[in-house]
Nanobody, 122 residues
Framework: QVQLVESGGGLVQAGGSLRLSCAASGSIFSGSAMGWYRQAPGKQRELVAA???????NYADSVKGRFTISRDNAKNTVYLQMNSLKPEDTAVYYC????????????????WGQGTQVTVSS
């Protein structure tokens, strides 16, 4: 599996911004789809945003227009820019890669980071 290391979480007031980063080890990054998931206490893990190896993106309805996912293949890094944060965005955010094959994004058997806490105060 590829190693994924997230950074950039923290505490922010409602309306503020944060940028999460996920650095991937190995040479498979450029060929992998990447995603950001989040899990709030007592809730199931949910997809926040995903980006294909060709940089096609999709977003959860709850974050459209506020969050932007991007990738830098030269740096083996995927980003999640989060603007206009709301208290309901509070969760642990996880980076995910669809590696190794055949495991898709979101699969428990794909590659996951350790998670980074995002807390939005009202």
């Amino acid at each position: 599996q590829v190693q994924l290391v997230e950074s950039g979480g923290g505490l922010v007031q409602a309306g503020g911004s944060l940028r999460l980063s996920c650095a991937a080890s190995g040479s498979i990054f450029s060929g992998s789809a990447m995603g950001w998931y989040r899990q709030a206490p007592g809730k199931q893990r949910e997809l926040v945003a995903a980006i294909t190896r060709d940089s096609i993106t999709n977003y959860a309805d709850s974050v459209k227009g506020r969050f932007t996912i991007s990738r830098d293949n030269a740096k083996n890094t995927v980003y999640l820019q989060m603007n206009s944060l709301k208290p309901e965005d509070t969760a642990v955010y996880y980076c995910n890669a669809n590696y190794p094959p055949p495991y898709a994004l979101g699969s428990d058997l794909s590659s996951w980071g350790q998670g980074t806490q995002v807390t939005v105060s009202s």
